[in-house]
């Protein structure tokens, strides 16, 4: 079904879509819900889901009792379009965001810099990115090698520094890899200026924090507590230890260049590797006994 008409004249407890030129806008209004989140999906979702996709997250956040705005692409523009802007310029000027006790946004990646960017734009008291772009532009990333498919011309002016975009918000957790060079550079952009950022570091797992977090049983429960306020740092860090007991975990952890290049390091891994169930040999990690 698409709704032509704006979000806030669509009676409480319907679910329904918002089309604009650039975006899909999977919206539901829980009957209750006293709280919105507002989400921006990674840009693989499209290829793997499909254009009939629904927003991300958007079945676990109803299930919380959250209302829910999730913003779906309908290309790799990193949601930079000006229609978006003024869709959200639109609604807050109608007093929509205003209507819920608690707006926060939540993205990945791509998604991960509009959670960022958007924040002040939907009064948004909460922010989760995982391992965000900052920008990619080149006067603020001239480092960054990936996307060879942006044009980075267009990130001259604009909406191209997430930094920008999260002055008012009480808390902003960014979920990364210090580890992954190109990532960590991309949040120490968010730092300057930005007290309320909160940075949680997940070494050794790369980009697809998302992924990870799940494997670990760590996705739901550290979305659900940040969300609803109730984030303990020291228990994030102890579940986090989980990614241990992930084989590829451990590939991935002696395929690091620090690692590699030294074999005191790749033993010293290897050697951690089997204590949790994975020897190392012949260049790889054996499964455990278990999976056998």
């Not at 996709?53 to 959250?66: C, H, P, S, T, V």
């Not at 939907?122 to 080149?138: F, G």
């Not at 480092?143 to 930094?163: I, M, T």
Request: charged content about 20%; overall charge positive; some cysteine.
């Amino acid at each position: 079904m698409t709704n032509p008409a704006p979000a806030d004249a669509a009676p409480a407890g319907s679910r329904f879509f918002i089309n604009l030129p650039h975006y899909r806008i999977d919206m539901f209004l829980a009957a209750a819900a006293t709280d919105l989140v507002v989400t921006f999906e990674p840009m693989g979702r499209r290829k793997t889901f499909g254009e009939g996709r629904e927003g991300w997250g958007m079945r676990f956040l109803q299930g919380l009792g959250y209302s829910v705005m999730a913003v779906m692409i309908k290309d790799c523009d990193w949601y930079r379009q000006a229609d978006l802007a003024a869709f959200f310029a639109q609604m807050q000027a109608r007093g929509f965001f205003r209507s819920f006790a608690k707006v926060s946004t939540y993205g990945g990646s791509m998604g991960g810099f509009a959670a960022l960017a958007y924040a002040d734009a939907v009064s948004a008291d909460i922010v989760l990115s995982l391992n965000p772009q900052a920008s990619l532009a080149a006067a603020f990333a001239p480092w960054e090698s990936r996307f060879p498919f942006v044009d980075r011309k267009q990130w001259q002016d604009g909406l191209n520094n997430a930094a920008a975009g999260f002055k008012r918000v009480r808390q902003a957790y960014v979920i990364y890899d210090p580890w992954l060079a190109l990532d960590a550079k991309q949040v120490q952009l968010l730092v300057a200026d930005n007290p309320a950022l909160v940075r949680l570091k997940v070494p050794a797992v790369g980009h697809g924090m998302p992924k990870w977090l799940a494997e670990m049983g760590l996705l739901k429960p550290t979305v659900g507590a940040i969300l609803a306020g109730q984030f303990c740092l020291a228990d994030f860090y102890q579940q986090a230890r989980k990614r241990r007991t992930l084989r590829r975990y451990w590939q991935l952890l002696i395929a690091l260049p620090r690692v590699a290049k030294s074999p005191l390091f790749t033993e010293i891994v290897g050697r951690y590797a089997a204590q949790y169930g994975f020897p190392y040999r012949q260049g790889t990690f054996a499964l455990p006994d278990a999976a056998l």
